[in-house]
């Protein structure tokens, strides 16, 4: 395993290690937990900007969308156990054309 050094004040050291004693861990084990959680976060966050770039990208290559609206009141449809029909994409002109 490879060993990092973060320096911290004597505040967030202070509190760190009340944290730590509060859940029942070392300092480290708490350390390790939050550094774990925060490169999730941070891939996490990559992943969902990578999928809006594709999806942009997507758009500007075919020009079609889905009206936000109406693809919203299908999902609630499919929750719901409702029949409906998944929107139509159109073409972004008319989307825009249509003050939507």
């Known amino acids: 395993m490879a060993t ?3 320096k911290l004040s004597d505040s967030t050291r202070d509190r760190l290690q009340t944290a730590a004693l509060h859940l029942g861990l070392t300092p480290h ?3 390790v937990h939050a550094i774990e959680d925060a490169v999730q976060l941070a891939e996490t966050r990559h992943s969902l900007i990578e999928q ?3 999806s942009r990208q ?3 290559t075919t020009g ?3 009206d936000g609206a109406a693809f919203g009141d299908y999902l609630k449809a499919k929750v719901r156990g409702n029949a409906a029909k998944r929107p139509e994409p159109m073409g972004i002109e008319n989307f825009v ?3 939507k």
């Open 64 to 66: 079609l969308v889905v």
């Open 29 to 31: 084990a708490l350390m």
């Open 4 to 6: 990092i050094s973060v």
């Open 97 to 99: 054309a249509s003050g």
């Open 58 to 60: 997507r758009v500007a």
């Open 52 to 54: 809006a770039l594709a």
